[in-house]
């Protein structure tokens, strides 16, 4: 069964908790911190406690939320079996999941309004991994 993860810094911690709070009825969470916007927390800290998460079953996704998403995507990706994308727009998060079959968005809190970033978080989860000429070129990730 697949898990949902998500984590943020304080910078990404009003987004987290705007996305929990837009699609409570549509998935079920696992919050892995930070809980609050006001002291300051290290992002990879974060990031490798989802990636942990995340990389126990192929199934499991993982949303990550910083200042810019670049952080969070930077300490990502040092996991083996993690494919991070930071997500910005409608097309590179569909791309993201149909030719690179990422499995945690990533979300800059600075840099993207909130309604893009609902729109992000729905295309990501609803996009299905394309397979194919792709799936070669995965692996050699």
């Known amino acids: 069964m697949k898990k949902i993860y998500i984590s943020s810094d304080h910078a990404g911690y009003n987004l987290k908790e705007q996305?929990?709070?837009n699609f409570k009825k549509k998935y079920d969470f696992q919050d892995l911190g930070t809980d609050n916007s006001k002291k300051s927390v290290n992002y990879p800290d974060y990031a490798h406690k989802l990636c942990k998460k995340v990389s126990k079953n192929s199934k499991n996704m993982g949303i990550l939320v910083c200042g810019s998403g670049m952080g969070m995507s930077m300490a990502a990706n040092r996991h083996k079996n993690i494919?991070?994308?930071?997500?910005y727009s409608l097309k590179n998060t569909k791309l993201s999941r149909l030719h690179n079959n990422a499995n945690i968005i990533t979300l800059g809190s600075?840099?993207?309004k909130k309604n893009t970033a609902f729109r992000c978080v729905e295309a990501f989860f609803n996009t299905k991994?394309?397979?194919g000429r792709h799936k070669k070129r995965v692996k050699k990730i």
């Open 19 to 21: 996305i929990k709070k």
């Open 129 to 131: 991994f394309e397979g």
């Open 110 to 112: 600075r840099l993207i």
């Open 83 to 87: 494919r991070a994308a930071v997500c």
